[in-house]
């Protein structure tokens, strides 16, 4: 079976899929991604074949500036989708596969795949409560340009370019809602699904991530102190609250890591700073984890349970 996993270029979208990858591979199964070809040599590092689609870049080379305050959201929601249905849609021509396990974010694969008449589904990291109050203006005149409804008007407008029917979804329910979906949240995360997903969606388990990286120095950290993790993955944060909270971590007394690509002015003896670090082992160390609720932060956090020590996931 020849299976393609269409993804945003960032490890957050990544590395969930990984261990369904390699399990599929493991079982014989052609396994292929798709996504930016500046991302495409991390794929090929874990054994993978990448084909490159859409726009090229990757979630951490994307700067902030003045005149836009979410470059990222922008490509991801807006201006990349239409660029992958129309990539994809060319790939599946040539080289039809028999099934695509989408990139649940990712609304232009879904499209290129029903547009194709393949089968496809979604490998969902988390499970989400449809209108979140905080990314919806309580204006109702600033809610055109909100990126809730710009990757709304996306959507209609990826399946018109398809030459697809509008498709009327529920409040909350996504495509993929429709086909099936295999869902790595836990059951406490999942505190709203829609009953007509009872069918569609599939539990599969989730998995932490253990990176190469060497962390070594960790063990190097003082241990009469507590540690703070401190990171926002790379859609979310921003130098400045990088700089804030940093700081607000440091007044506690606690020794601090904080692990994010920016330059940060700070200096301290109880700070390192890491453009990378294995969160896996991160969260073996730390007494608090503070981050942006992304996958690999939240399972790696909740891997072990800090007073009895037991792994969630054993």
Known sequence: MKVLFPIIPGHGHFFPSLPLANALKSAGHEVTFATSASYGPTIEEHGFMSVPVGIDYNQGSVEWD??????????????????????????????PVDVVLVDPTEAGSMVAAEARGVSWGAVVPGRRSGFVPGFVPFDPAERPGSFHFLGRQTYDTLREIAGLEPLELLLGEYGYDRTFSLCMAPESFNGWPLPAQHHTSHPLRPEVHKSDSDDEWLDELPDDLQLVALSFGTLFGSPELYTEATSAALETGAYVVVSTSYELDIEHDRLAKTSWVSMDRLMDRADLSVHHAGWGSTIAARKRDPVSGRSDWS
């Open 66 to 95: 003045d005149s836009d305050t979410a470059p990222v959201e922008k490509i991801m929601f807006v201006d990349g989708p239409p660029v992958m249905l129309q990539d994809l849609m060319d790939l599946l021509s040539v080289d």
